[in-house]
T-cell receptor, first 114, second 110 residues
Framework: ETGVTQSPTHLIKTRGQQVTLRCSSQ?????VSWYQQALGQGPQFIFQ???????GRGNFPPRFSGLQFPNYSSELNVNALELDDSALYLC?????????????FGSGTQLSVL | TQLLEQSPQFLSIQEGENLTVYCNSS?????LQWYRQEPGEGPVLLVT?????EVKKLKRLTFQFGDARKDSSLHITAAQPGDTGLYLC??????????FGTGTRLQVFP
């Protein structure tokens, strides 16, 4: 148990729809990072939020957006869904967001786009 | 472009065998982490190495960081079915965000 919870666990959407994924970080952590993981591959960094501000972004288009709330929970929003967006979306919390920190991952949200 | 390449991509072995997983890059990393991920779960940190040439042991698992801090290896001695999972290396360059490798899927049969 990492203390990081994600919802929903599974989601099925159709192409063109919008989706919101949620993450509650571990108590005491003010940084949340989002990753996209295709089947059998390593996670790809989407973006990170530190104290409610975006603090780094990977190579993802603007239709991937996020938000962090005062309690440090976070949302990942994806607009105009495409088939290739089907993946496991992982949220990880940490203390400061520095690259050499331990990340505490949730169990992920499995998104299927039909 | 994948900065961290892992090999092999898949590994299927019998219980009791030894194995090594490699993580290679052309970039220098200030630290490197190894995670294990089981189906339906997020990755869980196994170890962090920060010094070139560093070797860390975790029971039957031995982790090594290359002298030039561009590569790492994970060696498992006498593998057991409980070792089955996706092994991921992840590197950090200074304060940059953590970058994950391509992953190695290990299956250990009884």
């Amino acid at each position: 148990e990492t203390g990081v919870t994600q919802s929903p666990t599974h989601l099925i959407k159709t192409r063109g729809q919008q989706v919101t994924l949620r993450c509650s970080s571990q108590s005491g952590h003010n940084t949340v990072s989002w990753y996209q993981q295709a089947l059998g591959q390593g996670p790809q960094f989407i973006f990170q939020y530190y104290r409610e501000e975006e603090n780094g972004r990977g190579n993802f288009p603007p239709r991937f957006s996020g938000l962090q709330f005062p309690n440090y929970s976070s949302e990942l929003n994806v607009n105009a869904l495409e088939l290739d967006d089907s993946a496991l979306y992982l949220c990880a919390s940490s203390l400061t967001g520095r690259g050499n920190e331990k990340l505490f991952f949730g169990s992920g949200t499995q998104l299927s786009v039909l | 472009t994948q900065l961290l390449e892992q090999s092999p991509q898949f590994l299927s072995i019998q219980e009791g065998e030894n194995l090594t997983v490699y993580c290679n890059s052309s970039s220098v990393f200030s630290s490197l982490q190894w995670y294990r991920q089981e189906p339906g779960e997020g990755p869980v940190l196994l170890v962090t190495v920060v010094t070139g040439g560093e070797v860390k042991k975790l029971k039957r698992l031995t982790f090594q960081f290359g002298d030039a801090r561009k590569d790492s290896s994970l060696h498992i001695t006498a593998a057991q079915p409980g070792d089955t999972g996706l092994y991921l290396c992840a590197g950090a360059r200074n304060t940059d965000k953590l970058i994950f490798g391509t992953g190695t899927r290990l299956q250990v049969f009884p």
